[in-house]
């Protein structure tokens, strides 16, 4: 495997026999950095290291069967006094709302991402674009350290490559990505035990939210977008960070941008897809957000009418824009 490719500077700080880690995470928190953090944190962990796992908010509901998260703590404040500070899947320090730059003094911050809009926050950066998920990089670190891969750290791997990688059907998937995915499931990660976890595990009532919120979607004249805006209290919140809502106005044949807007904590979050043609990262990065080329968010302000037309329009000047300009 690649593991020749990790930069020396990064294996440096986290190849020492004992240490004190921050493994902190970014707003939100998703299955790549929640399942990259916790894979990493126990290697280091079994190694002897003094680990603890934080960010700005908790840990959702639905990815409550990754090992280790219950060690995973919303913290108001970050402490200091930690020898390496690790973020992951973060291309912004802005994601960790204050809590990197409290952690940092005295520590070495290793940045290990793979969007290409990373802003190289770390002491270390180790930053990898064509990587599908973080999760593929995080493998190829604890091979180069030589840690072992256990069920525990394998299952977090794997979750977060399946979850980033839509279960392996988006355009980010390369043989490197199977290639990962294999030697995990050889390591003890159950493809079925965690689809199962993430889609099989949905309480009665939110058939009938999902219903409410379809009921939502709406699509341009010309079929190139469909969005769905979701005001707040429609749905619960847990019920729309454990759906992907995106993917249905995506699964449209004609749609080119997929939106998501959702009221939440008096803003306006929106998630933006696509299927190669339009990039909606550069759509994101004007609204002070960022991602990747196919998959972009932001957060802006309300009310969700004014947000959502303003959104179509930018959305609808990217696509008449042309190709990627
Ligand atoms: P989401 O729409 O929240 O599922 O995010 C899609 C992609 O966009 C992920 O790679 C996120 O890391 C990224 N992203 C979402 N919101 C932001 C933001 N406010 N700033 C930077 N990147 C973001
Ligand atoms: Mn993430
Ligand atoms: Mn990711």
Known sequence: ???????????????????????????????????TLLALGLALEARGWSVEWGGPHPAPAYLGFLPGIERYRRLERAARGWDVVVSTDC??????????????????????DHHADNRRYGDVNWIEPRAAATGEMVFDLLTALGDPVTPAVATNLYTAISTDTGSFRYSNVTPKTFTVAAALVTAGADPAAVASALFERREARAIGWLGEALGRVRLSDDGR???????????????????DLVNYPRSVASVKVACLLRERDGEVK??????????????????GGGG???????TMSGPLDRATATVLGAVEAAITGGPSR
């Open 292 to 298: 990747h080329r196919n998959a972009a968010g932001f």
């Open 225 to 243: 977008v469909a969005w769905l805006a979701l005001p707040a209290g429609v749905v619960p919140e847990a019920f729309v960070e454990a759906e």
């Open 270 to 287: 929106v998630s933006l897809r696509a299927k190669g043609e339009v990039d909606v990262q550069r759509i994101a990065a004007g609204f």
């Open 91 to 112: 291309p912004n320090p802005a994601r960790t709302e204050g809590l990197l730059e409290q952690a940092r003094p005295g520590a070495v911050v290793v940045n290990v």
């Open 1 to 35: 495997m690649s593991a020749a490719l990790v930069p020396a500077e990064v294996l440096a700080p986290l190849g020492r026999a004992r240490g004190r880690a921050l493994m902190l995470g970014h707003v939100h928190p998703d299955a790549d950095v929640l399942g």
